[in-house]
């Protein structure tokens, strides 16, 4: 090791992210030979160490993660690794409890009894599994290791004249209190963000008029008793954080899904309690997230990518090309959902494709990068669908994000009917998982996305393609087809909509405040109907993630000092942009100050690597029963390993 005989870090953050660089400290240092030499870690947060700020314990069990309890670990399981000291998966900690179960409330004992593997599991289970990792961790803490938590806020850190030349930070709390230390780790997750010109004049239209207005929070952060009974209530965003304030205002209140019966539309019924707010839903497309397939793992296991592959990723490398999204690597991804779509439907519905052997020699040789360089071989495969497919059978790509696309409606009434054959036509495809033709082009879609955070991570792609492409079209394309929730809200979601607690607004909805009648409005032009008005609004969004933008005094004081700087990158027409992100320096992820060079000792891991990263906020993936690992799905206890061994002075792993 290269440092000095008494290191000192500071972790500011400490949910699973600084938990991480906290376990990969202790593995390392235990690890190596360490007689002469001491290790102090200062952990900074004002919540409990191990959930952080996002995954209490005591939250509601009502929220529940978007991963199936098989996905998510804190503890690495890569042999190049220095062995962990204490902790494995949730998946090994939900089978150890279900057998001991010490130490756990009525409430975890009575979910890890219902819980299988491919169920999703509470975010406070998954707050109690942290908090168990975190705990065995402090057991087994080795010599020479002395670990102090702060239960408050950092506000400032500031370099120290004459440190060595790796850094020295005179760190700040909101307690008054003040610690030294050679390195910095910022695992800040997420933070309370100014909000744009709108929601501002939202909020201060509520104050003056008496409204209710919800800005963007973590929904375990709000108060929902606040929100009356049985008045009407406008809920903007109808992403992941809908289903948890939809959740909230229904089960929450005291309502029940029950089974519908034989006869019913549907498989569940609402029986509501009658404290219930009539809820009026709005987005852009209109429509819910597409639900989760019911599979087997966490990627189909009859989508194999063909031309979205890591290997395709390393040609690209290797001949010393930076790719972009649209014209190199949404092309192959393309192609990987086409096949994905048609070799399902030929098996799920042959009378859809009558001669299917020749059909589907004929998409291969289409489908080959190289093999159709003149033209364009996505008219050449539709030509080749339009003569062998029936027409209600083919695949419109796009068109899946925008189901009601193109459509006018008399009423919300109208409208209300639409999306609920729109949920129950989800929801069974996602009961059908692998037999259904649409769920497995999102599926290829979804497995390319690992495929994609490793391109991005590693060789990085063109500025304008970042700014225009991947985040200008495709995130949101492909969040609201593979990032939603599990097939039960969707079924539900109808349920409530059938028993009139909640209806909807329409695609491309505007929003206003009617001073005049004292309410907030929208209204969608693809509805022809009175706008829906209510004196309560939610934002059902969480705070933006732009470092740009953060009202945490700690990264403003960063900035504002020029020890870190927003990345900016170059839009197509050479205009700069400022990005979500800090600008970091790989590997480890050392920060970047606003002269452009390095800030000695200072590293970041999380949501602020959202511009050298894609796809920030995803726990790490355990190791897969069936062998298919992504290089990216344990990329950031990788990170945490590079960020640790670098600040004991360790070489990085081979």
Same mark, same amino acid.
């Given at each position: 090791?290269?440092?000095?005989?008494?290191?000192?870090? *500071?972790l500011?953050?400490?949910g699973?992210r600084?938990t991480?660089?906290?376990? /990969?400290?202790?593995?390392?240092?235990a690890?190596?030979?360490t007689e002469a030499?001491?290790?102090?870690?200062?952990v900074?947060?004002p919540?409990?160490?191990?959930p952080g700020?996002?995954?209490?314990?005591?939250?509601?069990?009502?929220?529940l993660?978007?991963?199936?309890s098989?996905y998510?670990t804190?503890i690495?399981?890569?042999?190049?690794?220095?062995p962990?000291?204490a902790?494995?998966s949730?998946?090994?900690?939900?089978?150890?409890?279900?057998s001991a179960g010490?130490?756990?409330?009525?409430?975890?004992?009575?979910e890890l009894?219902?819980l299988?593997?491919?169920?999703f599991?509470?975010r406070a289970?998954?707050g109690?599994y942290?908090?168990?990792?975190l705990?065995e961790?402090?057991?087994?803490?080795?010599?020479?290791?002395?670990?102090?938590?702060?239960?408050?806020?950092?506000?400032?850190?500031?370099?120290?004249p004459?440190g060595?030349?790796?850094g020295r930070?005179?760190?700040?709390?909101?307690d008054?209190?003040?610690?030294t230390?050679?390195?910095l780790?910022?695992s800040?997750?997420?933070l309370?963000?100014?909000?744009?010109?709108e929601q501002?004049?939202?909020?201060?239209?509520?104050?003056?008029?008496g409204l209710?207005?919800f800005?963007?929070?973590a929904p375990?952060?709000?108060?929902w008793?606040?929100?009356?009974?049985k008045?009407t209530?406008?809920?903007?965003g109808?992403?992941?954080?809908?289903?948890?304030?939809m959740?909230q205002l229904t089960?929450?209140r005291?309502?029940?899904?029950?089974?519908?019966?034989?006869?019913?539309p549907?498989?569940?019924?609402?029986l509501?309690?009658?404290?219930?707010p009539?809820?009026?839903?709005?987005?852009?497309r209109g429509?819910?997230?597409?639900?989760k397939?019911?599979?087997?793992?966490y990627?189909?296991k009859? $989508?194999?990518?063909r031309?979205l592959t890591?290997?395709?990723?390393?040609?690209f490398?290797?001949?010393?090309?930076?790719?972009g999204?649209?014209h190199?690597?949404?092309? =192959?991804?393309?192609?990987?959902a086409?096949w994905?779509y048609?070799?399902?439907?030929?098996?799920?519905?042959? $009378?859809?494709?009558?001669?299917?052997?020749?059909? =589907?020699?004929a998409l291969e040789?289409l489908?080959?990068?190289?093999?159709?360089?003149?033209?364009?071989w996505?008219?050449?495969?539709a030509?080749l669908?339009?003569t062998?497919v029936a027409?209600?059978r083919?695949?419109?790509?796009?068109g899946?994000?925008?189901?009601?696309?193109?459509r006018?409606?008399?009423s919300?009434k109208e409208?209300?009917? %639409?999306v609920?054959d729109?949920?129950?036509?989800?929801?069974?495809r996602?009961?059908l998982?692998?037999?259904?033709p649409?769920?497995?082009?999102?599926g290829?879609?979804h497995?390319?996305?690992? $495929?994609?955070?490793?391109?991005?991570?590693? *060789? *990085?792609?063109t500025?304008?393609?970042?700014v225009?492409e991947?985040r200008?079209?495709?995130?949101?394309f492909?969040?609201?087809?593979?990032?939603?929730p599990?097939?039960l809200r969707a079924?539900?979601?109808?349920?409530?909509?059938r028993a009139?607690v909640?209806?909807?607004?329409?695609p491309d909805?505007r929003?206003?405040?009617?001073?005049g009648r004292g309410?907030?409005?929208?209204?969608?032009?693809?509805?022809?109907?009175?706008?829906?008005?209510?004196r309560? =609004?939610?934002?059902?969004m969480?705070?933006?993630n732009?470092?740009?933008?953060?009202?945490s005094?700690f990264?403003?004081?960063?900035?504002?000092?020029?020890?870190?700087?927003?990345k900016?990158?170059?839009?197509?027409?050479g205009?700069?942009v400022q990005?979500?992100g800090?600008d970091v320096?790989?590997?480890?992820?050392r920060?970047?100050?606003?002269? *452009?060079s390095l800030?000695?000792?200072m590293?970041?891991?999380?949501l602020?690597?959202s511009s %050298?990263?894609?796809?920030?906020?995803?726990?790490?993936?355990? /190791?897969?029963?069936?062998? /298919?690992a992504?290089?990216?799905?344990?990329?950031?206890?990788?990170d945490a390993?590079e960020?640790a061994?670098d600040?004991l002075?360790?070489p990085?792993?081979?």
């Amino acid at each position: 090791m290269g440092k000095s005989q008494n290191i000192r870090v *500071g972790l500011i953050g400490a949910g699973p992210r600084g938990t991480s660089v906290l376990e /990969r400290l202790l593995a390392n240092w235990a690890a190596t030979e360490t007689e002469a030499r001491s290790l102090h870690i200062d952990v900074v947060d004002p919540y409990p160490a191990g959930p952080g700020h996002v995954w209490q314990p005591e939250q509601s069990r009502l929220y529940l993660m978007n991963t199936q309890s098989f996905y998510p670990t804190l503890i690495p399981e890569d042999e190049q690794l220095a062995p962990p000291l204490a902790g494995g998966s949730f998946e090994q900690w939900r089978a150890k409890q279900r057998s001991a179960g010490a130490g756990l409330s009525a409430e975890e004992q009575a979910e890890l009894a219902a819980l299988a593997s491919h169920d999703f599991p509470s975010r406070a289970l998954y707050g109690r599994y942290l908090r168990s990792t975190l705990e065995e961790l402090l057991e087994r803490v080795p010599a020479g290791v002395e670990i102090a938590f702060h239960r408050c806020h950092a506000v400032a850190a500031r370099p120290l004249p004459g440190g060595p030349a790796g850094g020295r930070f005179d760190v700040e709390l909101d307690d008054g209190g003040r610690l030294t230390v050679d390195s910095l780790v910022l695992s800040l997750g997420h933070l309370e963000s100014r909000l744009n010109p709108e929601q501002r004049s939202f909020r201060e239209a509520a104050a003056e008029l008496g409204l209710l207005y919800f800005p963007p929070a973590a929904p375990a952060d709000v108060d929902w008793a606040l929100v009356p009974d049985k008045e009407t209530v406008l809920v903007r965003g109808m992403g992941l954080n809908f289903f948890d304030v939809m959740g909230q205002l229904t089960e929450g209140r005291g309502g029940q899904f029950v089974a519908a019966g034989d006869g019913l539309p549907g498989k569940l019924k609402y029986l509501p309690s009658g404290r219930e707010p009539k809820i009026i839903a709005a987005s852009r497309r209109g429509t819910p997230y597409r639900a989760k397939a019911g599979l087997d793992g966490y990627y189909p296991k009859s $989508v194999r990518l063909r031309y979205l592959t890591e290997s395709a990723i390393e040609r690209f490398a290797a001949a010393g090309i930076q790719p972009g999204f649209d014209h190199d690597l949404w092309p =192959l991804l393309h192609r990987d959902a086409l096949w994905a779509y048609y070799s399902t439907l030929v098996v799920a519905e042959p $009378v859809a494709v009558p001669e299917s052997t020749e059909f =589907l020699a004929a998409l291969e040789d289409l489908l080959q990068p190289h093999a159709h360089a003149t033209g364009r071989w996505e008219n050449q495969v539709a030509e080749l669908v339009a003569t062998h497919v029936a027409a209600s059978r083919r695949l419109d790509l796009l068109g899946l994000a925008a189901p009601l696309a193109a459509r006018s409606f008399a009423s919300r009434k109208e409208l209300d009917a %639409a999306v609920v054959d729109y949920l129950d036509d989800d929801a069974r495809r996602s009961a059908l998982g692998e037999a259904d033709p649409v769920k497995m082009a999102i599926g290829a879609l979804h497995t390319g996305r690992a $495929v994609l955070k490793s391109a991005v991570a590693d *060789g *990085g792609i063109t500025d304008e393609s970042w700014v225009g492409e991947l985040r200008g079209w495709f995130e949101s394309f492909v969040e609201g087809l593979a990032s939603g929730p599990p097939a039960l809200r969707a079924e539900q979601l109808a349920a409530l909509a059938r028993a009139g607690v909640v209806s909807f607004v329409g695609p491309d909805p505007r929003f206003n405040v009617d001073r005049g009648r004292g309410v907030f409005r929208a209204v969608s032009a693809w509805v022809h109907d009175d706008a829906a008005e209510a004196r309560t =609004l939610i934002e059902a969004m969480s705070p933006a993630n732009r470092v740009g933008s953060s009202l945490s005094p700690f990264l403003r004081q960063l900035l504002a000092d020029g020890l870190v700087r927003p990345k900016v990158m170059m839009s197509a027409e050479g205009i700069p942009v400022q990005t979500s992100g800090l600008d970091v320096e790989p590997h480890p992820y050392r920060l970047v100050g606003a002269n *452009g060079s390095l800030t000695p000792g200072m590293y970041a891991l999380g949501l602020q690597l959202s511009s %050298a990263q894609w796809g920030t906020a995803i726990a790490a993936e355990a /190791r897969p029963s069936d062998g /298919r690992a992504y290089r990216s799905g344990q990329r950031t206890l990788r990170d945490a390993d590079e960020i640790a061994r670098d600040m004991l002075g360790l070489p990085p792993q081979k």
